[in-house]
């Protein structure tokens, strides 16, 4: 089964905090269909001090959003499309924008 996102693809949010951002896919986690973007969803984290010589630190990170939130950039329209899978002439499965009929 061909995966409709995948890792470094570049995406766009299309709902919620951060509606209209784009980046891309810096993880997966497919168990709970959830994507992290970069520069999207940008979460603080409060980490404490590991030894007595360290001090703790004020981390900023991003986090996991739905993935049915995304949708993949057109290359050709730079807008967010729809995928499609068709079978290329060595009858391998590849994704294709809906849009543009393009390889993403």
Do not use: F, W
Not at 75 to 90: A, D
């Amino acid at each position: 089964m061909i995966a409709r996102l995948r890792k470094n693809d570049v995406v766009v949010v299309i709902a919620g905090e951060n509606k209209g951002h784009q980046g891309p896919i810096i993880a997966i986690d497919r168990k709970n269909d959830r994507v992290k973007v970069r520069g999207v969803a940008i979460a603080t984290r409060h980490q404490k001090p590991k030894s007595n010589k360290d001090v703790g630190k004020i981390v900023k990170e991003e986090a996991y959003i739905p993935a049915c939130k995304v949708m993949p950039v057109c290359p050709e329209t730079k807008t967010g499309c729809r995928v499609q899978v068709s079978l290329n002439e060595q009858g391998e499965g590849v994704r294709m924008s809906h849009h543009a009929r393009i390889e993403l």
